[in-house]
T-cell receptor, first 112, second 114 residues
Framework: QQKVQQSPESLTVSEGAMASLNCTFS??????FRWYRQHSAKGLEVLVS????GEKEEGRFTAHLNRANLHVSLHIREPQPSDSAVYLC????????????FGIGTRVLVRP | EAAVTQSPRSKVAVTGGKVTLSCHQT?????MYWYRQDTGHGLRLIHY???????EKGDIPDGYKASRPSQENFSLILELASLSQTAVYFC?????????????FGPGTRLLVL
């Protein structure tokens, strides 16, 4: 069964500094990776989707995927206080019937 | 962008009572999903549906039923609510279950079972 683990559990960064989040997965057939942002008491907002090794940029959010290392990361460029939220990694694998498996999340606090 | 709404946004229920959570999407998506979110766990899939009048079990279906009366509407039913079902419930929809489809989420329903 797919296991998705995120690190760190929480992260505090200063406004304007780069924030980096990590996600590891266990199923080598995984083919679809998404980063969601969840503001307190709100739904999930998709930030970036990536399907092949390398880099995918969406505005200030960049995902890096290395399937050989079972690792996908998210980098937030010039984070702002409004980026303070929980960031969730979601992974889909063929062996899981294409269903999404979510990590527990990384809580990010951006200080002015 | 997908529009998924949920009602109610929060609910307090009594143990043993029946609870119905509703979800509505306006984007003509075929797939709809129900997840629950608990502290210390990622979102976990309860039920999903890919066509009206049909539902499928997800990873944690026990204690839950689902109903898809139309393409737009998907309900989650707790026939006998239990304390362990206190959680935040999210509905999502997507165009397909293909490798590159995106699931769009509603705002969530916070359920407290006493």
């Amino acid at each position: 069964q797919q296991k998705v683990q995120q690190s760190p559990e929480s992260l505090t960064v200063s406004e304007g500094a780069m924030a980096s989040l990590n996600c590891t997965f266990s199923d080598g057939t995984s083919n679809n990776f998404r980063w969601y942002r969840q503001h307190s008491a709100k739904g999930l907002e998709v930030l970036v989707s990536i399907f092949s090794d390398g880099e995918k940029e969406e505005g200030r959010f960049t995902a890096h995927l290395n399937r050989a290392n079972l690792h996908v990361s998210l980098h937030i460029r010039e984070p702002q206080p409004s980026d303070s939220a929980v960031y969730l990694c979601a992974v889909r694998a063929n062996s899981a019937g294409n269903k999404l498996t979510f990590g527990i999340g990384t809580r990010v606090l951006v200080r002015p | 962008e997908a529009a998924v709404t949920q009602s109610p946004r929060s609910k307090v229920a009594v143990t043993g009572g029946k609870v119905t959570l509703s979800c509505h999407q306006t984007n003509n998506h075929d797939y709809m999903y129900w997840y629950r979110q608990d502290t210390g766990h990622g979102l976990r899939l309860i039920h999903y549906s890919y066509v009206a009048d049909s539902t499928e079990k997800g990873d944690i279906p026990d204690g839950y039923k689902a109903s898809r009366p139309s393409q737009e509407n998907f309900s989650l039913i707790l026939e006998l609510a239990s304390l362990s079902q206190t959680a935040v419930y999210f509905c999502a929809s997507s165009d397909a279950l293909g490798a590159q489809d995106t699931q769009y989420f509603g705002p969530g329903t916070r359920l407290l079972v006493l």
